[in-house]
């Protein structure tokens, strides 16, 4: 009798663990539907604005905040990448490759700092969980702290001696006629038609413009999908899943980097590849030292779209800019990376900072409204 009971019982919790996995799944799909449905609506509501900025060609420092504002607006430093590379092609920094390249480069660093501000935005599905947001809102902003670091150390480096365009413009010498090269997302397949589904439907209803409300049911699946997600992979699979990553994906920092480059490489985002990772942060799966390495693979692997792209043109400034982008991101981690002191800046800062938005929880939604958007667009309207 015993014996029965006992495998009726293993049965059942089978059955129970294949539902919560299926259930893993759909709650994970809903979780990237709900950032496709935020970088839709954003598109929609500033793109022609976003589009305008970057026609404006101001001078470096100003193109620095460009890019940040736009990219924040827009939540893709591939399109704003993609908009400045049309832009180079076009002629509108010059006839000069080599000048046009180094006028675009302060555009591709603010990109990169303004594609870490959908990471900061999905770490608030935690906010009304003190631990879990304390987690996932660090892991988040060690992504910002690098980049801005990042910037600080190779904006000077890159106007006084040019060196991002310098060596950009003499790796594109030997990929000039490459052939045509072309790379499908998995993640946007399979999201993609049911956020255009979503949209056209919303945009049926008259009595409000549909891009607000896409953006706000976008929020309401992000915290309901945040919420569950965090709830079934700790009854599932937290103790192995640790294990797991502990012995082998983020068992060493080289590995993280490498892995975080792969599955930018494979969804193309790295707005989705950090996001990934922020619920597993939030459940204490993943700690704070070893996520930091895979969003500097992150950094690395969402420049590959814009290479792609960019060998189709076989033209030199549109591959120039692209390589901008990966010389960028490879010299911030090796001039950062080695050197401890430096390498925990990142670290203790995202830590510090967690901290303080514990104790008002207002400070996040502050720090997303004044770092991405605010500061950027009073400096470009003041020296507009």
């Known amino acids: 009798m015993n014996h029965t009971q006992a495998e009726k019982s293993l049965v059942q919790s089978r059955w129970i663990n294949f539902i919560k996995v299926l259930a893993v799944f759909a709650v994970l799909y809903l979780f990237l539907i709900s950032i496709g449905m935020i970088g839709s609506a954003f598109k929609g509501l500033g793109r022609g604005f976003a589009e305008n900025l970057i026609k404006s060609n101001a001078g470096p420092l100003i193109g620095l905040f460009i890019g940040i504002l736009t990219t924040s607006i827009i939540q893709s430093s591939s399109t704003t990448t993609s908009l400045v590379v049309g832009m180079v092609a076009a002629g509108t920094f010059g006839d000069d490759p080599q000048l046009a390249v180094a006028a675009a480069v302060p555009y591709i660093m603010g990109a990169n700092i303004g594609t870490s501000v959908t990471n900061t935005i999905v770490s608030l599905g935690h906010i009304v969980k003190k631990n879990e947001f304390k987690r996932a809102f660090a892991a988040s902003i060690i992504h910002d702290f690098f980049n801005l670091l990042s910037v600080l150390i190779l904006f000077p480096l890159q106007l006084s001696t040019g060196i991002i365009s310098k060596l950009a413009n003499g790796m594109t010498t030997f990929f000039i006629g490459s052939g045509t ?12 038609p049911t956020v255009h589904w979503i949209h056209d439907v919303l945009d049926k209803q008259s009595f409000i413009n549909a891009n607000w409300l896409l953006l706000i049911l976008a929020l309401l699946f992000l915290f309901l999908s945040l919420r ?11 103790s192995k899943l640790e294990a797991f990553f ?25 707005s989705i590849t950090t996001s990934l990772v922020i619920p597993l942060a939030g459940a204490g ?48 981690i090796v001039i950062i990376w080695p050197v401890k002191r430096i390498r925990d800046i990142p670290l203790r800062l995202a830590d510090w900072f967690a901290n303080i938005s514990l104790k008002n929880r207002i400070i996040p939604i502050v720090y997303i409204l004044v770092v991405f958007y605010l500061i950027p667009l009073i400096l470009v309207l003041i020296v507009r």
């Open 285 to 332: 799966i993943l700690t704070l030292r070893q996520i930091f390495p895979y969003t500097l693979g992150a950094n690395i692997g969402t420049t590959v779209t814009a290479i792609l792209a960019s060998l189709v043109s076989g033209t030199h400034a549109p591959l120039a800019v692209a390589f901008s982008h990966l010389i960028f991101n490879v010299m911030g």
């Open 228 to 238: 569950y997600l965090t709830v079934l992979i700790r009854s599932l699979v937290m």
């Open 181 to 192: 090269i072309t790379f499908k997302s998995p993640i946007k397949m399979i999201t993609k």
């Open 246 to 270: 502990d012995t082998h994906i983020f068992k060493t920092a080289i590995r993280a980097i490498l892995f975080g480059i792969f599955i930018t490489i494979l969804v193309q985002s790295s």
